[in-house]
């Protein structure tokens, strides 16, 4: 199997733009899918297909996919976005779905 | 409604079965294209998948663990059960059970509330 890097932490101020990476070589060929996983809750997710929004996922919420990264764009950030947040993707030759080792949102 | 909910024991001794149920509502697995998932999450670690059973029953496993893992569903009682044998402290975490949709590239769109799963040694 493959390997989907985060960064460990990022931290806003409120109001400000967070910005998750996903990276992979060649990402950019295949679909990306974002989950927000607060303490002690299970993941829900926010993007699939690298931009889509389930309902009742803010607009703040966008995706983007390109070359070696994906993206998770929180903009206008708040205090309850706080959250753990992990990209996924779908490992053809294995035929399993593989998760990257999250990125911790931390909101100042 | 649709719903996933895992249950199981909460403890389990070193080198004992665990066995897991989910019993989920609002959709059929017997659905073309219905999947459904067993991730977990170690303590303070990331997600991991571990197996996934499918409408037509082809059953597909994390090679990490392939040799002590089950997946078996019960089409008529809506539940998937899962077996992981001899288990290890390692495997200590919360377990969940997740649907993959149908003409979907591979998203989870409904997790249960998971089940936290202690390994005592």
């Known amino acids: 199997s493959f390997v989907l890097t985060q960064p460990p932490s990022v931290s806003v101020a409120p109001g400000e733009t967070a910005i998750i990476p996903c990276g992979r070589d060649s990402i950019g060929a295949t679909s990306v899918h974002w989950y927000q996983q607060k303490p002690g809750q299970a993941p829900v997710l926010v993007i699939y297909y690298n931009f889509d929004r389930p309902s009742g996922i803010p607009e703040r919420f966008s995706g983007s996919n390109s070359g070696n990264t994906a993206t998770l764009t929180i903009s206008r950030v708040e205090a309850g976005d706080a959250a753990d947040y992990y990209c996924q993707v779908w490992d053809n030759d294995d035929d399993h779905p593989v998760f990257g080792g999250g990125t911790k949102l931390t909101v100042l | 409604q649709v719903t996933l909910k895992e249950s199981g024991p909460a403890l389990v001794k070193h080198k004992q079965t665990l066995t897991l149920t989910c019993s989920f509502s609002g959709f059929s697995l017997s659905t073309s294209g219905m999947r459904l998932a067993w991730i977990r999450q170690p303590p303070g670690k990331a997600l991991e998948w571990l197996a996934r059973?499918?409408?037509?029953?082809?059953?597909v496993y994390n090679t990490s663990v392939r040799t002590r893992l089950t997946i078996s569903k019960d089409t008529s009682k809506n539940q998937v059960v899962l077996t992981l044998t001899n288990m290890d402290p390692v495997d200590t975490g919360t377990y969940y059970c997740?649907?993959?949709?149908?003409?979907?590239?591979?998203?989870?769109?409904?997790w249960g509330r998971g089940i936290l799963v202690t390994v005592s040694s």
């Open positions: 059973i499918d409408w037509d029953d082809e059953k």
């Open positions: 997740a649907r993959i949709p149908p003409d979907s590239s591979g998203w989870v769109d409904l």
